[in-house]
């Protein structure tokens, strides 16, 4: 999926959102008591910055803690430690993490998310129109009655949908429809930075390209910032800034989506690139198959989350667990060899 050519240049302004040394650890409960007996380290000690109109993309395999942190920075679920810096219009900033109900109610109207199963995450028993119309009226942006229809007819004319259908329920439409329709309700309280949580995983390929298109669209025409979660790495190319790349609860690797994906500095990195599609017939994929499964997040390897799995490691990333560093200019990684080891990225032409 090449990125389109040519168009206007992204215009990235300052740091919107600054999450730092971000935890979430879940209790493992045990015997009738329910006595603790360890944590599972979902996201541990996660820190990256998002400007202002600019994509940042999340990747990993499953397991590897992205939706969690995806769903702490909404407060969806609650952080365990870290901080969550957001900057509101206003300009002043606020951290998520510490903010109490009212605080939290006030500020979320500026941060939504997309969520991945476009059939489970809109409520049956509403019509499109109090879907869409729920959080402009939950925020009490809008109070009257024919004011808030037509800024619901507003939005579902941007995403695609015709505004005919503006009484029928969710089960009246197709799963790409849906995801339109979630895309809409997360524009109707004109967020700042709205999290993308799989929001294309659930899709046909043709429908996915669609949905691309369409949020590049919004973000270039309401000048958006996206954390675009996904698995697929050919759909995060597409579409995202920067890339940061996540194992076990912890970022490995973090770059502009061009250097990352033509010259990783993570092994991690290397063998999911391997895995990248190609349509031309003619190249021959040679894929990094990794031994093992992911570790456990309750009870993660000493050193070096990854030294299991990788075919470079030694004896040091057994014991000693590698420091975050930048290697290149914005190019970010946590290997002992990163500087060392020449990694295979993937192919532009392809």
């Not at 029928?168 to 995801?179: C, D, I, L, N, V």
């Not at 000048?223 to 609860?249: K, P, Q, W």
């Not at 092994?267 to 349509?279: D, G, M, Q, R």
């Not at 990788?310 to 500087?339: L, M, N, S």
């Amino acid at each position: 999926m090449p990125k389109p050519d040519g168009g206007a240049k992204k215009q990235i302004g300052d740091v919107l959102l600054d999450v730092r040394e971000l935890k979430k650890h879940f209790p493992i409960e045990k015997g009738f008591f329910r006595t603790v007996q360890g944590q599972v380290k979902a996201v541990d000690g996660v820190s990256f910055t998002i400007r202002e109109g600019e994509t940042f993309g999340l990747v990993g395999e499953s397991g590897s803690g992205k939706t969690t942190l995806g769903r702490c920075i909404v407060r969806g679920i609650e952080p365990t430690d870290g901080q969550i810096l957001f900057r509101l219009p206003e300009g002043d900033e606020v951290d998520i993490a510490a903010l109490d109900k009212k605080g939290l109610r006030k500020a979320r109207k500026h941060f939504h998310m997309i969520f991945q199963d476009p059939y489970s995450s809109l409520d049956p028993r509403m019509s499109i129109l109090d879907i869409i119309a729920e959080p402009i009226r939950n925020n009490k942006l809008l109070s009257d009655t024919r004011e808030i229809q037509d800024r619901v007819r507003e939005l579902m004319d941007k995403v695609g949908l015709d505004i005919q259908h503006l009484n029928r329920y969710p089960h009246a439409f197709s799963g790409g429809q849906r995801q339109r329709i979630g895309i809409a309700r997360s524009l109707a309280p004109s967020p700042l930075l709205i999290v993308c949580d799989e929001a294309v995983s659930a899709l046909d390929v043709s429908i996915q390209a669609q949905i691309l298109n369409l949020l590049e669209d919004l973000q270039e025409e309401f000048n958006l910032t996206f954390l675009f979660i996904a698995h697929d790495l050919s759909v995060v190319e597409h579409i995202s800034d920067r890339v940061g790349v996540m194992y076990v609860g912890q970022l490995v690797e973090m770059a502009d989506t061009e250097s990352l994906f033509t010259a990783p500095k993570h092994p991690y990195t290397e063998a999911l690139l391997s895995a990248v599609p190609t349509t031309d017939p003619e190249i021959k994929m040679d894929r990094i198959i990794l031994p093992g499964e992911v570790a456990n997040p309750a009870a993660p390897p000493s050193g070096c989350y990854f030294h299991p799995r990788c075919r470079y490691a030694q004896e040091v990333c057994k014991t000693d667990a590698p420091e975050w560093i930048e290697v290149e200019a914005g190019h970010y990684t946590a290997c002992h060899f990163a500087e060392e080891l020449e990694l295979r990225g993937v192919d532009q032409e392809r």
